[in-house]
């Protein structure tokens, strides 16, 4: 059964990168064929995909998003990570990491992390 | 990229009833690849179905999924008091993934 566990700052300045980590347990990031993703939810709506990763480290980016994100995955401490740059208010929201297994869905999600964006 | 619209955006209804959610994609979507998610506050998504209508392990029957091409549906036969939530459509292709915008299912 996996486990993946969101860890990086809550609190992040306008301008600045957010950086965040996803830890995984219960498996080897390298075994899985499929993606390892992020996913981001702004308080009070929808989801919206911001990007995956193959444990290769092949990413795939949302196209609202690719000019601002990059993805990469340190397969020795079973970890991804997210950094998204030059942020303001509009990035505040809750931070998911995610595994999406066969079938493209994602089958097991992180607990997810706040991250705001502030002065 | 393609856009998933739900509909309705909120559905009220009671504990027993039939409800009926719609996910329409902007462009044909691969039956393989149309998921649909579970949402209470506070609390991650859920993957109830993937593959249009193949359910995710330990959901109950009274949840099912079906619908091809650009029109999808998940249907929970019986509302079940922990079953008012939010629901989400997913899909990939060309190695993009896009949700659609949810829809609530409240308490009359």
């Known amino acids: 059964q996996l486990q993946l566990q969101e860890s990086g700052p809550g609190l992040v300045k306008p301008s600045e990168t957010l950086s965040l980590t996803c830890t995984v347990s219960?498996?080897?990031?390298?075994?899985?064929?499929?993606?390892w993703g992020w996913i981001r939810q702004p308080p009070g709506k929808g989801l919206e995909w911001i990007g995956s990763?193959?444990?290769?480290?092949?990413?795939y980016y949302s196209p609202s998003l690719k000019s601002r994100v990059t993805i990469s995955v340190d397969t020795s401490k079973n970890q991804f990570s997210l950094k998204l740059r030059s942020v303001t208010a509009a990035d505040t929201a809750v931070y998911y990491c995610?595994?999406?297994?066969?079938?493209?869905?994602?089958?097991?999600w992180g607990q997810g992390t706040l991250v705001t964006v502030s002065s | 990229e393609i856009v998933l619209m739900q509909s309705p955006g909120t559905l009220s209804l009671s504990p027993g009833e039939r409800a009926t959610l719609s996910c329409r994609a902007s462009?044909?979507?691969?039956?393989?690849?149309l998921a649909w998610y579970q949402q209470k506050p506070g609390q991650a998504p859920r993957l109830l179905i993937y593959?249009?209508?193949s359910r995710a392990t330990g959901i109950p029957d009274r949840f099912s999924g079906s619908g091809s091409g650009t029109d999808f549906t998940l249907t929970i036969s019986r509302l079940e008091p922990e079953d008012f939530a939010v629901y989400y459509c997913?899909?990939?292709?060309?190695?993009?993934?896009?949700f659609g915008g949810g829809t609530k299912v409240e308490i009359k």
């Open positions: 997913q899909q990939y292709g060309s190695s993009s993934f896009t």
């Open positions: 462009q044909s979507v691969s039956s393989s690849y």
């Open positions: 593959g249009a209508s």
């Open positions: 995610a595994h999406s297994g066969s079938h493209y869905a994602f089958d097991y």
């Open positions: 219960g498996g080897s990031i390298s075994s899985s064929s499929y993606y």
């Open positions: 990763i193959y444990y290769t480290g092949s990413a």
